[in-house]
């Protein structure tokens, strides 16, 4: 059984840094892609971060790039996201996700990911 529990989101202020995360279980962990998703009142769920555990290749999206890094902790099966110099507008519920097999061309479609984990709240004032 697949799990994936998220953690350490939160309400700060803008310009301020929070880190998520995602704690794997239930899966060869080294075989997945795993994204970061978000998802605002009233918007469709984006990819922020991604990256193949297999390879480390990494993926960001425009909106990020800069200030969010992914990285990912073999050890203990644990996925991060440190997110710096928020924003307001990244103010949203974020996911974890996970799928078997690459990234490439499909790690900001939700559709393509097949484990969720119940998400994070993530508040940016300005």
């Known amino acids: 059984q697949v799990q994936l529990v998220e953690s350490g989101g939160g309400s700060v202020q803008s310009g301020g840094s929070l880190r998520l995360s995602c704690a794997a279980s239930?899966?060869?962990?080294?075989?997945?892609?795993m994204v970061w998703f978000r998802q605002a009142p009233g918007k469709e769920r984006e990819g922020v971060a991604g990256?193949?555990?297999?390879?480390?290749?990494?993926y960001y999206a425009d909106s990020v790039k800069g200030r969010f890094t992914i990285s990912q902790d073999n050890t203990k099966n644990t996925l991060y996201l440190q997110m710096n110099s928020l924003k307001p507008e990244d103010t949203a519920m974020y996911y974890c996700?996970?799928?078997?097999?690459?990234?490439?061309?499909?790690?900001?479609?939700?559709?393509?990911?097949?484990?969720w984990g119940q998400g994070t709240q993530v508040t940016v004032s300005s």
């Open positions: 996700a996970a799928r078997k097999g690459g990234c490439s061309g499909v790690w900001e479609r939700a559709y393509f990911f097949n484990y």
């Open positions: 239930g899966y060869t962990y080294n075989m997945y892609c």
């Open positions: 990256i193949y555990v297999g390879g480390g290749s990494t």
